[in-house]
């Protein structure tokens, strides 16, 4: 399941200078289209806060971890 995160696209919604915020998370595949709502810790990336690497993401009460990448698609 992990390895499917980083084939989703993220929507940022909010962002301050801790570097976590709230994002959506826009699931296209075989499942449909759904959105929700996650909570995240980024570590800012080269390319300044669009960009970063996903080093904690919380689905309500499961929290996973993992080497994942993102950009904001928007």
Known sequence: MLDQFI??????KENNKLGAFTFQIVLNGIFGRTNSIYFAL???????????QLIMLEVF???????????NTD
């Open 42 to 52: 980024y570590e800012p990336s080269l390319h300044g806060s669009v960009c970063g």
């Open 7 to 12: 084939k989703y696209r993220l929507k940022l």
């Open 61 to 71: 009460t499961e929290m996973v971890s993992d080497d994942l990448l993102w950009c």
